[in-house]
């Protein structure tokens, strides 16, 4: 009796523990989705943002949205909007919204056919076109470009005019004093609230003009000393706030982190954010096959992380933290260019594999797909809310739902 006894209670520690060892793996539950027939503006939606009002605004193609949790309400040009494609949504302190083309709009471009049909014109042939062409005099009406600002009633639009140094601004952030900055394709602004400055972009030592791709600055970050890291086409530049000193730095060769000024093709930035642990994440396009577009510097040295079936993106678009210190990455996989030539034209094709979402928790990635329930696999942004909802903007329309980190079976 006392045998079986003991035998029983084993095997009941045996099955606990085994069940103890079981572990639920994280799920994406996608809760609600919305589209042009719920009031969008468009469904290519570039990013989502929550304001101080609770209000969800959905920056899109067409103009930007707002929901206020029952009524959609789009604003475009025709209300004072600079330009209807929204890819940057941002509120200040003083609770003024802004809004621009941010670097995700620049990418919606890429993939698509280049005309080349010129290049089967013989020369002596063109030569004679262009000779006998009559310029045709027509009135286009210039698009409104630059940043606009939304007070709650009405748009301001900032320009070159008002002290930008380049109409399409690419990234915003506030600094600890108030202070606005916007990174644009010629270097840095700043924006104390009546005015603009510009930071000038000094080159490295024995350069006194810096080459332009450092100077299109694509993202903005400030780690915890308050110096600022700005990302560019050609890299990463570290600026010291109480020196005004600059130093540039190269992401590839991966031998070598931060290789100053290497000789190397340009990266693209396209993001750079700082996690809870100050370590430096930075995003690129690319088209390797082995590499994705992540890398991640810890003051140390840089990892960069392989392609994988949890992190397929050899080109990442957007980083964004969770409050639970999630890493959410959004991109797509490039194939190599190829030209594709027929009847009527050649024309270069840059084909790119739709991604959806991956997340990494500290440890591992994971990545979430159409299976998964989100409307597409090409997610522009991922966007947090103050419930702790998680917001999807893809080309097909906007999700909402909620991450459900791995857990034991027995929680």
Not at 232 to 245: D, K, L, M, P, R
Not at 381 to 400: H, I, N, P, Y
Request: with cysteine.
């Amino acid at each position: 009796m006392k045998k079986h006894t003991c035998l029983t209670i084993l095997v009941l520690l045996l099955l606990s523990n085994w069940i103890v060892s079981v572990a639920h793996p994280a799920e994406l539950k996608i809760e609600k989705a919305f589209t042009e027939t719920d009031g969008l503006a468009s469904n290519t939606v570039l990013t989502i943002f929550e304001d101080s009002r609770g209000h969800m605004w959905f920056g899109t193609t067409e103009g930007v949205t707002r929901y206020d949790g029952e009524n959609f309400r789009t604003f475009t040009t025709e209300d004072g909007l600079a330009k209807n494609r929204i890819g940057l949504i941002f509120e200040d302190r003083q609770g003024m919204l802004w809004f621009a083309e941010g670097m995700l709009s620049s990418l919606l471009e890429r993939g698509k056919p280049m005309d080349m049909s010129f290049m089967e014109i013989p020369l002596s042939e063109l030569a004679k076109e262009l000779e006998n062409e009559t310029p045709i005099v027509t009135e286009v009406p210039t698009p409104l470009r630059g940043v606009s600002r939304y007070d709650g009633d009405a748009f301001q639009i900032f320009t070159t005019n008002d002290g930008l140094l380049r109409d399409t601004v690419k990234d915003i952030f506030e600094d600890k004093a108030g202070t606005l900055w916007f990174a644009t394709s010629l270097g840095m602004n700043y924006y104390d609230g009546e005015k603009f400055g510009h930071l000038t972009m000094h080159g490295p030592i024995g350069m006194n003009i810096l080459p332009d791709w450092w100077s299109q600055v694509t993202a903005v970050a400030q780690d915890a000393a308050g110096n600022f890291w700005f990302g560019s086409t050609a890299g990463v530049t570290y600026y010291n706030i109480e020196t005004s000193q600059f130093r540039h730095f190269a992401i590839d060769p991966d031998l070598v982190p931060f290789q100053e000024m290497a000789k190397a093709s340009p990266p693209h930035i396209t993001d750079v954010q700082f996690d809870t642990q100050q370590n430096l994440w930075i995003s690129r396009e690319g088209t390797g096959e082995e590499r994705s577009g992540l890398r991640r510097y810890d003051g140390k040295e840089m990892v960069i992380f392989p392609r994988s079936a949890e992190l397929p993106m050899n080109s990442v678009d957007h980083i964004r933290q969770d409050s639970k210190r999630n890493l959410w990455f959004t991109g797509v996989r490039k194939l190599p260019s190829r030209l594709n030539e027929t009847e009527d034209s050649v024309s270069m094709i840059s084909p790119e594999v739709k991604c959806g979402v991956s997340v990494y928790n500290g440890e591992t990635f994971q990545n979430f797909n159409k299976d998964d329930g989100l409307p597409s696999n090409r997610v522009w942004s991922v966007f947090e809310d103050s419930s702790g909802k998680l917001w999807f903007a893809t080309d097909a329309g906007a999700a909402v739902g909620v991450y459900l980190p791995s857990e034991n079976a027995n929680n």
